[in-house]
T-cell receptor
Framework: NAGVTQTPKFRILKIGQSMTLQCTQD?????MYWYRQDPGMGLKLIYY???????DKGEVPNGYNVSRSTTEDFPLRLELAAPSQTSVYFC????????????FGPGTRLLVL | QKEVEQDPGPLSVPEGAIVSLNCTYS??????FMWYRQYSRKGPELLMY????GNKEDGRFTAQVDKSSKYISLFIRDSQPSDSATYLC????????????FGTGTSLTVIP
């Protein structure tokens, strides 16, 4: 199993540009999450999904959108990039039967200039 | 008041030392407690998971939960340079929905 994979690893965006961060898991996990990690701030939940077709907002959803058309994929969309969205983004997933443990991807580093 | 408080460090210890990492929390409903290890420029990886109060041991790692004090600890015995990383605590309760609450992480360096 590859686990949780994320692409790209690093990206520079100009203010106002849009992009999609990709996340795929091959563990047949139902729950998937998007976090951002800023220095000294810990992990903040952006959006999560409990299964295909079902998504919900987390703590910091403004400026982001998600979709979940399949169990494997959970892309995160930035429509109008702002400098405040400069961060490291992590995707995570959990098994339905063991929701208390999360498996994280390697992260996407995003710089908005 | 933050849900979870964690001293960011940095913490620097000699190889072989015993390391103690701690988190405090405010929500008495938290029941699931986790420790993640995060190497530089990598994603967090689950290290220890504990349900409710008590101790759990796995090799050189011991996780302790004191719910009466709202305090959790991770002990690392015989620390190794490969233990150098950031350690994140996380917790969750039956009434917190699908959200996990993370500490800000403690940066640890083990000096050979």
């Amino acid at each position: 199993n590859a686990g949780v994979t994320q692409t790209p690893k690093f990206r520079i965006l100009k203010i106002g540009q849009s992009m999609t961060l990709q996340c795929t898991q091959d563990m047949n996990h139902n729950y998937m999450y998007w976090y951002r990690q800023d220095p000294g701030m810990g992990l903040k939940l952006i959006y999560y999904s409990v299964g295909a077709g079902i998504t919900d907002k987390g703590e910091v959803p403004n400026g982001y959108n998600v979709s979940r058309s399949t169990t494997e994929d959970f892309p995160l969309r930035l429509e109008l990039a702002a400098p405040s969205q400069t961060s490291v983004y992590f995707c995570a997933s959990t098994r339905l039967a063991n929701r208390e443990t999360q498996y994280f991807g390697p992260g996407t580093r995003l710089l908005v200039l | 008041q933050k849900e979870v408080e964690q001293d960011p460090g940095p913490l620097s210890v000699p190889e072989g030392a015993i390391v103690s990492l701690n988190c405090t929390y405010s929500n008495s409903a938290f029941q699931y407690f986790m420790w993640y290890r995060q190497y530089s420029r990598k994603g967090p990886e689950l290290l220890m998971y504990t349900y409710s109060s008590g101790n759990k041991e796995d090799g050189r790692f011991t996780a302790q939960v004191d719910k009466s004090s709202k305090y959790i600890s991770l002990f690392i015995r015989d620390s190794q340079p490969s233990d150098s990383a950031t350690y994140l605590c996380a917790m969750k309760g039956p009434n917190t929905g699908n959200q996990f609450y993370f500490g800000t992480g403690t940066s640890l360096t083990v000096i050979p």
